[in-house]
């Protein structure tokens, strides 16, 4: 097998000159990109505009066990037991309130009035509800009335449906005392009305008092600072992400150059064998012409 001598190793020239080339190439591309990553992530972590703010919660209750006076009204024509009761409601920062009644008769309904109306749904409280929010969902309701189920019946209500009201939160400031401004004006609320009135009707001439517990939870603002990580963590965090995402676009790129590199060797041991050869073969004819030569 013999090779066309100059376009052969020509193009062989040109190809060792290429790959190398290509190979730089992408190795200062991809280290330039996951340095300025790697920057822009550390920037951020220690030049933030986030600030976090916590809030304590506190929680009231009202129970039958505890005292709380029921007005009692039977109705002989309607055979039926009235309970009802008035709570107080402390207005500031209120949050939940939630209403349990237990023991009730089959067939008897729990109504929860409030003169300004809380957000309710029947979904509202359950940890595993699924495409439910309540700011979408939850409808503004003076009066709402549950029926028993096994003899109970319990009423979730919101007076604020913004998350950041009833839990922690973070807001977008440019100093210290805007941060506490905007996260007090999400926390601090003031309900409109002072007092919830809990009504049971059962069925019959009913003498023993349901039980029933009354829970009110009111926010306040607790403590208010810059968000902060640890910036040694989050940046080894950062790079170690950027080099896995780049691993995978470089790596097939590696692999095609590595397979080229392994065909271009063989090819130049082909090359070199077939020039040895070339070589060889031009001596013999050389050596051959001059032994005719001396032999005429």
């Known amino acids: 097998m013999f090779f066309n001598g100059g376009m ?5 020239r040109k190809a060792l000159a290429q790959n190398p080339n290509m190979l730089r190439t992408l190795l200062g591309l991809s280290f330039t990109l996951i340095f300025m990553l790697s920057y822009a992530v550390y920037a951020n972590t220690i030049d933030t505009a986030y600030y976090t703010y916590t809030t304590d919660a506190s929680v009231s209750e009202q129970s039958s066990d505890s005292g709380l006076a029921f007005d009692r009204v039977y109705d002989e024509a309607a055979s039926t037991t009235t309970w009802s009761a008035n709570v107080t409601i402390d207005r500031n920062n209120l949050t939940w309130v939630n209403v349990s009644a237990e023991d009730l008769a ?17 979904l509202l409280g359950i940890e595993d509800a699924r495409d439910f929010s309540c700011a979408d969902d939850c409808r503004l309701n003076e009066t709402t009335t549950l029926e028993e189920a096994d003899g109970v019946a319990v009423y979730k209500g919101l007076a604020v449906t913004e998350p950041g009201a009833r839990s922690n939160g973070t807001v977008v400031a440019e ?6 401004d ?13 007092v919830l009135r809990v009504t049971i009707v059962e069925p019959g001439n009913r003498s023993t008092t349901p039980a029933l517990s009354i829970e009110m939870v009111n926010e306040a603002l607790s403590n208010v600072q810059p968000f902060d990580v640890d ?35 063989a090819n130049e041991a082909k ?18 012409e001059v032994e005719e030569n001396e032999a005429s």
């Not at 100093?175 to 506490?180: I, K, L, T």
């Not at 905007?182 to 002072?194: L, W």
């Open 8 to 12: 052969d190793r020509e193009h062989m």
């Open 106 to 122: 089959p067939g008897a309904t729990l109504t929860v009035f409030d003169a300004a109306g809380l957000w309710t749904h029947s």
């Open 175 to 180: 100093s210290q005392g805007e941060a506490d």
């Open 182 to 194: 905007m996260a007090a004006a999400i926390v601090s609320n003031r309900h409109g009305s002072a």
């Open 231 to 265: 910036v040694a963590s989050e940046f080894v965090w950062a790079l170690t992400a950027v080099f896995a995402c780049f691993s995978i676009v470089l790596l097939p790129a590696f692999a095609i150059y590595a397979v080229s590199r392994r065909k271009e060797r």
């Open 271 to 288: 090359l070199a064998q077939a020039e040895a050869l070339d070589d060889a073969s031009t001596t013999s004819t050389a050596s051959e």
